[in-house]
């Protein structure tokens, strides 16, 4: 049975001094998913998010988030999300434990069992300016973590965490998805995206421009793989023969290193022809597109004259994190 | 929620501002240090100057709003523009603190910060100056609260214009320099020239410094002043309301 979804948006704009920065997006998250918001800086990724949170209010477009309409039942909401916001602060002087007390609802619990969990056992009397880059990421995933929530917003979850710490938090993201906790991630890293999200909408100035499977996605966006080796000496009727395999495009030969071009079947025909003539290469690399190939082709500037509009805010929009417009926030 | 969350905010807040050296410079220290300086070089002997009384004890009362002028002027604003600059607003606005949460903690913790430091300055004032005898001490007990609210209101209404807390600094020590040198700790009036003691007479600290003084010393019930004291109170309260979405 298909989980009902848990964030659904229809026609959502925002304009900031007159320049569109989202424009008529549609989005729906269905529950027990992570699903990922991808785009460039300034697509309006956080702005969009944003809106879900309920922390702007959208100049139209209807939202609905766990049932709540997020401006106007922002009280009943907020207890349900949890958020990791991008380009947020604690206070400096504001200690890690004490953070916890601060943001923990009647609904937290395990909150030293995620500082375990994310490495920050041993710096519950820190203060939050001495802790590092990723310390400070780890601890806003505690705490967006901390009051059990249903919805889950990330935004640039793992910026300026080490490789290490990246993989630790990719894998409590994915108990969070095992425990039935929907996800929603925006981001720019595309591994980040390949790794986590079982479905991917792509934005870019404002609009939702593709949506899928990471897989869908590159089938649809980034179908050329290539195979490259060196051969010193190749014989002019394999060279032939790889240029008319199934799948195969163009074959490029730069001194002594010979690149086939084609689609992704077209790769094992090319490691056949090659054991058939006996000429096995040592350094046969192969490179399959992937999800960043598929946003390069995707989100590639257009050309001036001649191509369709993607949005109608004739340039791109304010960049993402841009200050609140009134008041405190 | 909002009670809980409010008490958090309020216990965290409470915290976070005995760790600030601005507060603890701004708040605690200047206006003891000061008040021992200038509270000292005029004597004690009473002067015409000063309205007929001793100036030290002419200063010991005018102190007190000195230290919520600093709270109200320097420590809300930089706190304030502080937060919303680096984002923390945003974050506890995120956790589902109520928009207006946030500038109700800073009333209250504007209000316990300005007894905690009025405290201070008396029970240091009391074994070098003496605390002067309180003619009117009801007119004292009005003024000092409409005070601290008018001040800590203008805080929490300048934390929330100004766009970064350098701004916001550079916004509350012009302001409050002049006021605390005209309306408060520095010269008492009769010394100063027309023009000056013109510019000083309607300024928010005078007005408020008047209220306190007067009716404390015996100079007069600064019935006006009070007035004043209480209108910039509700208006910087209601300014400060809307700005927050209180």
Redo the contacts between chains.
């Keep these: 049975m298909t989980e009902p979804d848990v964030v659904t948006v229809r026609g959502l704009r925002k304009v900031y001094r007159g320049r569109v920065v989202v424009d008529d997006l549609d989005l729906d998250v269905p529950g027990g998913e992570i699903v990922g918001l991808v785009g460039a800086n300034g697509a309006g990724k956080t702005t969009t998010v944003e809106c879900i949170q309920g922390l702007r209010r959208p100049d139209a477009g209807t939202l609905r988030v766990l049932g709540h309409d997020p401006v106007s039942q922002a009280e009943q909401l907020r207890p349900l999300v949890g958020s990791q916001l991008q380009d947020s602060a604690l206070p400096d002087r504001l200690r890690v434990a004490e953070a916890l007390d601060l943001f923990a609802t009647e609904r937290a619990h395990r909150g030293g069992e995620l500082l375990d969990q994310f490495g920050l056992a041993g710096r519950r009397k820190s203060a939050f300016a001495s802790l590092s880059g990723g310390e400070r990421q780890r601890l806003f995933l505690v705490l967006a973590l901390l009051n059990s929530p249903r919805l889950v917003i990330l935004d640039e979850l793992t910026q300026g965490l080490d490789p290490a710490a990246r993989r630790n938090v990719w894998a409590a993201v994915r108990q969070l998805r095992a425990a039935g906790t929907t996800v929603l991630l925006v981001t720019h890293e595309m591994d980040e995206a390949e790794a986590l999200c079982g479905r991917i909408n792509v934005m870019r100035a404002g609009r939702i421009v593709d949506r899928g499977t990471p897989a869908e996605l590159v089938d649809r966006h980034a179908r050329q793989a290539t195979v490259s080796f060196t051969m010193a000496d190749p014989p002019a009727g394999l060279l032939v023969e790889l240029s008319r395999l199934d799948g195969a495009g163009e074959v490029q030969r730069e001194g002594a290193r010979v690149t086939v071009h084609g689609d992704r079947s077209m790769i094992a025909y090319v490691g056949a022809a090659l054991v058939r003539w006996g000429r096995v290469p040592t350094d046969l690399s192969v490179r399959v597109p992937d999800l960043e190939d598929a946003m390069l082709s995707l989100l590639a500037p257009e050309p001036a004259a001649g191509a369709p509009a993607v949005d109608g805010s004739g340039g791109p929009g304010l960049p993402d994190g841009i200050e609140f417009a009134g008041g405190l926030q | ?2 009670t ?2 409010m008490g ?2 309020v216990r ?1 807040e409470l ?2 501002m005995t ?2 050296p601005l507060v603890l410079t701004f708040v605690f220290a200047f206006p003891v240090v000061t008040m021992l300086i200038i509270g000292g070089a005029f004597g004690t002997a009473p002067d015409p100057a000063f309205d007929g009384v001793n100036p030290s004890h002419w200063y010991v009362a005018s102190y007190l709003t000195v230290v919520i002028a600093a709270i109200g002027l320097v420590m809300l604003p930089v706190h ?1 523009a502080s ?2 600059e ?6 506890f ?4 603190f ?2 207006w949460s ?2 109700m903690a800073q009333l209250v913790v504007g209000l316990a910060t300005t007894v905690v430091a009025c405290s201070l300055l008396l029970v240091v004032a009391a074994p070098v100056y003496g605390i002067p005898a309180m003619h009117d001490w009801w007119r004292v007990a009005v003024a000092l609260p409409l005070g601290a609210v008018a001040f800590v209101s203008l805080g929490v209404l300048l ?2 214009v100004l ?1 970064s807390a350098r701004s916001a600094q550079a916004v509350g020590l012009l302001i409050f320099f002049p006021s605390f040198l005209l309306g408060a700790g520095g010269p008492p009036p009769h010394v100063m020239g027309a023009v000056v003691r013109q510019v000083a007479g309607p300024l928010p600290l005078t007005l408020l410094t008047n209220a306190v003084r007067a009716p404390w010393l015996g100079l007069g019930p600064a019935t006006w002043s009070l007035v004043a004291v209480a209108a910039l109170a509700v208006a910087a309260t209601v300014l400060a309301a809307r ?3 209180l």
């Design positions: 929620m909002s809980t969350a958090r905010l965290a915290k976070l760790r600030d304030l937060y919303r680096r984002g923390v607003l945003r974050r606005a995120a956790a589902g109520p928009r946030f500038a934390g929330s766009p700005r927050t979405a």
